[in-house]
T-cell receptor
């Protein structure tokens, strides 16, 4: 069974540009969560989608947005990029078998560098 | 707000030297504590989930335990391939999101 697939793996952008990252969950998984990982802050929750609806949102500015499609694939978008947005962006998918038993499985991430 | 603190930040062990990694947490209504392993350039890999105080789980050289305030990841006779960053996360209340600690970087020397 294929794991969580994130594309692209690496991305270099300049300040002010926007970027779209893609995530394909494990087959059968309906929930997708996004995290930002930096050396200083660790993993921080961005948002979670289930059945095309945003179910949870972290404390990030409105420049960060996402969506989920009917096939459970998800995209996240960052507009007006800032230097501080340089990070590893991780996507995780889960079966959503109830809150407690909802194990999240992560992709390899997209490494975004903002110059 | 849920909080997770992991200690130490880094740990260097000799092969075969057993030790424990600590994860302290505060959460409103624990719905699960999770341990992940992360290798450089890769995403976190799921290891264990613990749900209630007193619960223990084992996998090869790793054993995770849980109390009402903290969790330990015990590593018995570690090997160089156990070198990685170990992440602890909690899920609280009705919220499905995970709150992560900053991780513990483990290096095992041959």
């Amino acid at each position: 069974k294929a794991g969580v697939t994130q594309t692209p793996r690496y991305l270099i952008k300049t300040r002010g540009q926007q970027v779209t990252l893609s995530c394909s969950p494990i087959s059968g998984h309906r929930s997708v969560s996004w995290y930002q990982q930096t050396p200083g802050q660790g993993l921080q929750f961005l948002f979670e989608y289930f059945s095309e609806t945003q179910r949870n949102k972290g404390n990030f500015p409105g420049r960060f947005s996402g969506r989920q499609f009917s096939n459970s694939r998800s995209e996240m978008n960052v507009s007006t990029l800032e230097l501080g947005d340089s990070a590893l962006y991780l996507c995780a998918s889960s079966l959503n078998e109830g809150v407690a038993k909802n194990i999240q499985y992560f992709g390899a991430g997209t490494r975004l560098s903002v110059l | 707000e849920d909080q997770v603190t992991q200690s130490p930040e880094a740990l260097r062990l000799q092969e075969g030297e057993s030790s424990s990694l600590n994860c302290s947490y505060t959460v409103s209504g624990l719905r699960g504590l999770f341990w992940y392993r992360q290798d450089p350039g890769k995403g976190p890999e799921f290891l264990f989930t613990l749900y209630s105080a007193g619960e223990e789980k084992e996998k090869e050289r790793l054993k995770a335990t849980l109390t009402k305030k903290e969790s330990f990841l015990h590593i018995t006779a570690p090997k160089p391939e156990d070198s990685a960053t170990y992440l602890c996360a909690v899920r609280g209340g009705a919220n499905s999101k995970l709150t992560f600690g900053k991780g513990i970087t483990l290096s095992v020397r041959p």
